[in-house]
């Protein structure tokens, strides 16, 4: 009888242990994404940037 309820117990942990991983995994694919938004959002910021300086300069010179 102890020996099946330990089995239980094994097998709990086994499942806790799968979901804090996939829960890891998770985390991780949405830090990813997080992180590509962030990198889009800097490029597209340093551009428009760029663009309006180049334009400034354009409209001064001319």
Do not use: A, C
Not at 18 to 43: P, Y
């Amino acid at each position: 009888n102890f020996f099946s309820s330990n089995k239980k117990l094994k097998s709990t942990e086994l499942t806790l242990d799968f979901f804090k991983f996939s829960d890891k995994k998770q985390g991780i694919q949405i830090f990813g994404i997080q992180n590509i938004m962030v990198l889009i959002i800097k490029l597209s910021f340093l551009y428009l940037k760029n663009f309006i300086f180049s334009r400034n300069l354009q409209m001064h010179y001319s």
